[in-house]
């Protein structure tokens, strides 16, 4: 299995070459449907892409974590995480190969 990554350059390219726009229209398209993903995680909206996956923003509480190299309780402030979860088709597409 390669460890290979997928850049904005490569969804770019990939549009490019797929449906023919130009250079500039692919790399604006890529930037805008992030920059909506971006702007609805900001705003506490979930994402959901149908087929791929969901991003969904869960709140952790304030917890009392430890530091491992003194040993010495440290409080740990409430935050927002953002969760990943693959959808069950990704997840069989996956465990195809």
Same mark, same amino acid.
């Given at each position: 299995?390669?460890?290979?990554?997928?850049?904005?350059?490569?969804?770019?390219?990939?549009?490019?070459?797929?449906?023919?726009?130009?250079?500039?229209?692919?790399?604006?398209?890529?930037?805008?449907?992030?920059?909506?993903?971006?702007?609805?995680?900001?705003?506490?909206?979930? #994402?959901?892409?149908?087929?791929?996956?969901?991003? $969904? @923003?869960?709140? +952790?509480?304030?917890? =009392?974590?430890? /530091?491992?190299?003194?040993? #010495?309780?440290?409080?740990?402030?409430?935050?927002? $995480? @953002?969760?990943? +979860?693959?959808?069950? =088709?990704?997840? /069989?597409?996956?465990?195809?190969?």
């Amino acid at each position: 299995m390669a460890n290979e990554t997928i850049t904005r350059a490569d969804l770019a390219d990939a549009l490019y070459q797929e449906l023919g726009l130009s250079r500039n229209e692919s790399a604006d398209i890529v930037d805008s449907v992030f920059e909506e993903m971006s702007d609805a995680l900001v705003s506490s909206e979930n #994402v959901k892409i149908s087929g791929f996956g969901s991003f $969904v @923003l869960r709140q +952790k509480s304030e917890r =009392i974590g430890r /530091n491992p190299k003194t040993g #010495v309780e440290v409080p740990i402030t409430p935050r927002t $995480v @953002l969760v990943f +979860k693959a959808s069950h =088709i990704l997840k /069989n597409l996956m465990n195809k190969s």
